[in-house]
């Protein structure tokens, strides 16, 4: 058991699958609960973890940061936005900041936790995002 929130939780598995941690696991594997379950698991952000992604870190104030993973075999593009705060806020990002070359306004995405699609206005990802947790969407730049 863990004193981590589930917003917590998702923005630790979030980081480490951004950066290409090593997973390890220090649990009971047959005991462990769906929900932890699915954590280890989610197959969209276990990808990251491929020889051809590389996770880079875009933006970092105290309130927030935002790293983006490109998977440069596929294109494929993933960008998770962490809510460093105590409080819920409304968090963005660019097209434009993330990829120079990303030139549409309007981009269908996908948030990988949630498995919720989206779409980016004027370019700008922009989502509400709770205390100590994380949005994570896939952007297919191809």
């Known amino acids: ?8 939780q998702k ?17 009971k594997l047959i005991g ?7 954590l280890l698991t989610n197959n969209e952000l276990l ?21 983006k993973n490109k998977d ?13 705060d105590d409080m819920e806020q409304e968090l963005s990002i660019s097209l434009e900041d993330l990829e ?3 030139s549409e306004q309007e981009v269908d995405i996908l ?14 990802i922009r989502c509400d995002v709770p205390a100590h947790g994380v949005k994570v969407y896939k952007i297919n730049t191809k």
């Open 1 to 8: 058991m863990t004193g981590f929130t589930k917003d917590e």
């Open 11 to 27: 923005t630790m598995m979030t980081l480490w699958c951004m950066f290409r941690s090593p997973l390890m696991i220090g649990a």
């Open 32 to 38: 462990m609960d769906d929900w932890t379950l699915s």
């Open 47 to 67: 990808a990251m973890l491929e020889d051809t992604c590389q996770g880079i870190q875009v933006v970092r104030t105290e309130r927030m940061a935002v790293w």
């Open 72 to 84: 440069k075999q596929s294109g494929i593009l993933r960008v998770a936005l962490f809510n460093l």
């Open 100 to 102: 120079k070359d990303i």
């Open 111 to 124: 948030e990988l936790w949630e498995q919720k699609a989206d779409r980016t206005v004027s370019g700008v």
